[in-house]
Structure formats: C-alpha cells, structure tokens
Nanobody, 129 residues
C-alpha cells in the first residue's frame, strides 16, 4: 500500500523557518518524482517544488525559489522541504505527492496526468505577520 505522510507544519512568524517531511512507503522511491504542493483558502492548488527520486534533480516555482529547498533521504524514503524567510502568503495546507516518473524531475503539472500518482494528507503552515 502506498503511503505518504506529511508532517512538520505549524505556526511561525514572518521571516521564520519550518521543515516539512514527507515519509513515503509502498513504492520504489527511485521510480518516482516527489512533489510538494500547497493550497490556501479560496485559491487553486499550487505545485511549489519537486524532486526526482532517480537523479535528485529539482524544480521550484518562482514563488518559493531562493527560499525553499527540497531534498531527499533515500535510505529513509523521506523528502524534506526546508522553508526559510517565510511570508504570510506562504500560509496554506501543504501536501506531498508521488508520481511515477523515472528519470529527471518533472513539472508539477505532470502530477495526475497519467493516473500513477499518490497524495498524502496535508499539513497546515501558518505564517503570522
């Protein structure tokens, strides 16, 4: 059974940092891209960062580039999202997802395109001003 468990959300002041974790199980990590998405109230879901389980190549949305860093620990089948210089507009529910793409990193829009994707429950991140 594929499982993705996101954790690490919380309340932080603007300018602060948080590290999210996504623990994955039930699939071959190397064959998947793992991504972080977020959804704020009243807004569409946004794909913010993706890492390839094959070659560790990464993608960042412009909204988080330079502030967020995605990484993976293959031994633990865990993907992390280090979030620095947080802003109130980063407030959202953050989700991790896995999509079956062996090879280099893909754009977040590719998640769900072919049906071989899995989603975890979200973790709330709230940034106060």
């Amino acid at each position: 059974e594929v499982q993705l468990q996101a954790s690490g959300g919380g309340l932080v002041q603007a300018g602060g940092s948080l590290r999210l974790s996504c623990a994955a199980s039930g699939f071959t990590f190397d064959d998947y891209n793992i991504g972080w998405f977020r959804q704020a109230p009243g807004k569409e879901r946004e794909g913010i960062s993706v890492i390839s389980g094959t070659d560790d190549s990464t993608y960042y949305a412009d909204s988080v580039k330079g502030r967020f860093t995605i990484s993976s620990d293959k031994a633990k089948s865990t993907v992390y999202l280090q979030m620095n210089s947080l802003k109130p507009e980063d407030t959202a529910v953050y989700y991790c997802a896995a999509a079956l793409f062996h090879g280099t990193v893909v754009h977040p829009d590719a998640f769900g395109a072919f049906g071989d994707d899995y989603w975890g429950q979200g973790t709330q991140v709230t940034v106060s001003s």
